[in-house]
């Protein structure tokens, strides 16, 4: 049993590592900055209203955008 634990938890970690990755190393348009920034203003924190409104861009995508830019961290 600990076998397969051992298995399962870096296949899934690897996933989500290699997925939020591709999502950070994908470049926005001026354009879609700027829709990001006025819809967040209008919608807040709505990820996957925001990316509804640019074709191709993932709920993920966006946040991860956002909180790379706009995060504060002290």
């Known amino acids: 049993m600990a076998d397969v634990d051992h298995q399962?938890?870096?296949h899934v970690s690897?996933?989500?590592t290699e997925q939020s990755n591709q999502a950070c190393k994908v470049?926005?348009?001026e354009d879609e900055e700027t829709l990001i920034t006025r819809m967040y203003n209008l919608?807040?924190?709505r990820w996957s209203l925001i990316a509804g409104?640019?074709?191709g861009r993932t709920?993920?995508?966006i946040k991860i955008y956002w909180t790379s830019r706009y995060s504060?961290?002290?």
């Open 8 to 10: 399962t938890s870096p």
């Open 14 to 16: 690897a996933d989500s």
């Open 27 to 29: 470049a926005f348009s």
């Open 43 to 45: 919608v807040g924190e």
């Open 53 to 55: 409104r640019i074709p």
């Open 59 to 61: 709920a993920e995508e």
């Open 72 to 74: 504060i961290t002290q």
